[in-house]
């Protein structure tokens, strides 16, 4: 049999998605109407042979319940558990110290997903990659441009066997321009040896580690402690400590997918994961998705306890949550509306990502940029400052009548009065 293990860190690495994370868990945040690890269970659910999965983090044993409840409603074929790593124990770290749990009911192989990554999860095309090779490990891998490969996992593979010839996690200067996607399928009797070795060798010669951060904003406002982490000796990574040595000595494939992938870090990223999933959504004809008429662009989605004013202009991109409000000749586009929030009549919504319970007053103006298709990346040069490409309202703001907002991340609780650009306003 086969089961799944959907990684989810814990509260400190949510830095970089602050200041949304600063009211929930990233992994629950709502793309495309539903939280971004439902996205991981809906790809799951459709592989007939996976009966258990786990989400691993070292988030509070509370945060999951919910959803873990919610989730077994709508997939109940499906057994959910939340396993809590006392601190974090890194990426293989979180696995092999739940092995046990794990190799209950001895499953020959387990998926392993990163919670923050957004794709259509082909995870029946590995599971057919694995039996065709006979192989021991799967990974996902896509094509991005060469200047954002060396932010990822970089795979050199053979294009006619598929396999993975030599794997280097974010390398300094360019390998390949196939990435790690973080999704996996491994052999139960190949990955565990494999992480007790790289534990060995690491108590046997401690190594001084330096994981540069992918995507670093200027702003000290978005310095993560990722550092901190590092520290910790406990620590065991898939990607530095383990996948490298399986590439070197075992039978490991990957399967390159043609179809989207972005990773979920920053709050910004949240807008394209959100387009993506809901273009998917639309392609396969999903009925929650608002109608197409004259003034709803597809893809929408519209929650339905929010109320839209049938004036309002909304698409492409768009996802309004549950009893958000709004008003007449409002025009949104390519944003997340969050629950509670309130647009008032004839103000327009661009790139952004409308906080909880925050309110636009009437003929303001809150945009973003966008960022190009095939850009990795939620920062933009603006005035000679990176900032945040997508505009973003925490919880309870408010933005005063026909206000302006360009390219700002605004705080919880904060009020603009006066028009604004290219801020972090604190
Ligand atoms: N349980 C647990 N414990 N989960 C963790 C821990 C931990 O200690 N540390 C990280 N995670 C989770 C994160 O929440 C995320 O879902 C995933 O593991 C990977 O996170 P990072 O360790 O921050 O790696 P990354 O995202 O920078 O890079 C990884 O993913 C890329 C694709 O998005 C690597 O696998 C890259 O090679 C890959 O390209
Ligand atoms: P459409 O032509 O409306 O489909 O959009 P577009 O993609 O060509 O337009 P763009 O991205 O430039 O702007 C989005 C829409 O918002 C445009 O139709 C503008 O007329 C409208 N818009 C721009 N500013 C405002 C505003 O302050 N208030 C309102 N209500 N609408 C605005």
Not at 8 to 27: A, I
Not at 82 to 88: H, M, P, S
Request: hydrophobic letters at 40%; one cysteine or more.
């Amino acid at each position: 049999s086969t089961k799944a293990v959907i990684l989810v860190g814990g509260p400190s690495r949510g830095t970089r998605f602050r200041p949304l994370s600063m009211e929930l868990p990233k992994p629950l945040f709502p793309v495309a109407g539903h939280p971004i690890i439902e996205h991981c269970f809906r790809a799951i659910a459709k592989v007939p042979e996976i009966k258990e999965v786990f989400i691993v983090g070292y988030y509070d044993e509370s945060v999951f319940q919910p959803f873990i409840h919610s989730i077994s409603t709508t997939f109940p074929q499906l057994s959910v558990k939340y396993l809590r790593e006392y601190q974090a124990l890194g990426t293989a770290g979180g696995l092999y110290h739940f092995r046990d749990v794990i190799l209950k009911g001895k499953p020959d192989r387990f998926f392993v997903l990163n919670a923050d990554v957004c794709c259509s999860f082909p995870l029946n095309e590995m599971l057919k990659l694995y039996d065709d090779k006979d192989a021991e490990a799967v990974m996902l891998g896509t094509r991005v441009t060469n200047e954002s490969a060396t932010n990822f996992g970089c795979i050199v593979s053979d294009a006619h066997t598929k396999r993975v010839l030599h794997y280097v996690e974010k390398p300094e200067s360019h390998i390949s321009n196939l990435i790690n996607c973080g999704v996996y399928l491994f052999s139960t009797e190949t990955i565990f040896p494999a992480i007790r070795s790289a534990i060995k060798r690491r108590t046997e010669r401690p190594r001084i580690l330096n994981y540069p951060s992918s995507e670093n904003l200027q702003s000290s406002f978005f310095q993560g402690d990722d550092e901190d982490e590092d520290k910790e000796n406990a620590v065991i990574r898939l990607e530095q400590d383990v996948l490298a040595d399986i590439a070197d000595s075992r039978q490991f494939f990957v399967l390159e997918t043609k179809d989207f992938w972005r990773q979920i870090k920053t709050a910004g990223s949240a807008v394209p994961a959100n387009a993506l999933y809901l273009l998917k959504a639309f392609q396969s004809g999903a009925e929650e998705l608002a109608a197409p008429s004259a003034n709803i662009i597809p893809p929408v989605y519209i929650h339905p306890s929010a109320h839209v004013d049938p004036t309002a202009k909304l698409g492409p991109n768009v996802s309004i949550g549950p009893r958000a409000v709004i008003g007449a000749g409002v025009r949104i586009k390519e944003s997340i509306v969050l629950d509670d929030a309130e647009v008032k009549h004839d103000a327009c919504v661009l790139y952004t990502i409308v906080g909880w319970s925050s309110k636009i007053g009437a003929w303001a103006r809150v945009e973003g940029t966008p960022t190009p298709i095939t850009s990795h990346s939620t920062s933009i040069i603006k005035n000679g400052h990176k900032v945040q490409s997508i505009t973003i309202l925490g919880k309870e703001c408010a933005v005063g009548d026909e206000v302006r907002v360009q390219n700002c991340v605004c705080l919880p609780y904060k009020e603009l009065k006066r028009d604004v650009a290219n801020e972090v306003i604190m």
